[in-house]
């Protein structure tokens, strides 16, 4: 067990809705880390917060947007669903921020299907 | 732009052998090298990784990794292969700049009994 909570396990909606997925990290990590991964394009990085505050951006679509809140967890918004977002999301944390070699410690993930 | 490259889709592996997943890099500047390990219906578990030091690093359940600073590659290694260790095995670099993980493609492992 890394620490890292997800919820829920699993998501199961309908084209067009709006998701939320949820993450609480380890316990003193001040960075969350949001990951896709899908049978075609691999595990990517959607976006990284640290400390409340977007820190950097990948390949994350306008549809998608995340937070960090005060108490340090996050939440992934996926919204205008579409089939192609039907894939694994992981959240992942770690100690500290840019310049860091820290390790990332992954949660279970949720598994989005869009119907 | 920062890359790693595993080649083999799948590695098979009888019980007792050593196993080795191969991973290739492309970085510019000093690479950081993590490899994890997936278990099916899991998320993503550490198993170890390259900072600077030693060329040969040791990981959880008796995994260990070479890095080869002339060959581009961090091969990861266990001398002896257990049924268990069956999963999909991913390497990974960080972006310089930034603190993402640029993940390969993954290698599945299977240990036959």
């Known amino acids: 067990d890394s620490g890292v909570t997800q919820t829920p396990k699993h998501l199961i909606t309908a084209t067009g809705q709006r998701v939320t997925l949820r993450c609480s990290p380890r316990?003193?990590?001040?960075?969350v880390y949001w990951y896709q991964q899908s049978l075609d394009q691999g595990l990517q990085f959607l976006i990284q917060?640290?400390?409340?505050?977007?820190?950097a951006k990948g390949n994350i679509l306008e549809r998608f947007s995340a937070q960090q809140f005060p108490d340090l967890h996050s939440e992934l918004n996926l919204s205008s669903l579409e089939l192609g977002d039907s894939a694994l999301y992981f959240c992942?944390?770690?100690?500290?921020?840019?310049?860091?070699?820290?390790?990332?410690?992954f949660g279970p993930g949720t598994r989005l299907t869009v119907l | 732009a920062q890359s790693v490259a595993q080649p083999e889709d799948q590695v098979n592996v009888a019980e007792g052998n050593p196993l080795t997943v191969k991973c290739t890099y492309s970085?510019?500047?000093?690479?950081?090298l993590f490899w994890y390990v997936q278990y099916p219906n899991r998320g993503l578990q550490f198993l170890l990784k390259?900072?600077?030091?030693?060329?040969l690093v040791k990981g959880s359940y008796g995994f260990e990794a070479e890095f080869n600073k002339s060959q581009t590659s961090f091969h990861l290694k266990k001398p002896s292969a257990l049924v268990s260790d069956s999963a999909l095995y991913f390497c990974?670099?960080?972006?310089?700049?930034?603190?993402?993980?640029?993940f390969g493609t993954g290698t599945r492992l299977q240990v036959f009994p």
């Open positions: 970085v510019s500047g000093n690479p950081y």
């Open positions: 316990s003193g990590d001040l960075s």
């Open positions: 917060y640290y400390n409340g505050e977007e820190r």
């Open positions: 390259y900072i600077t030091g030693d060329n």
């Open positions: 992942a944390s770690s100690v500290n921020s840019a310049s860091s070699t820290d390790t990332q410690y």
């Open positions: 990974a670099v960080r972006d310089i700049g930034a603190d993402k993980l640029i």
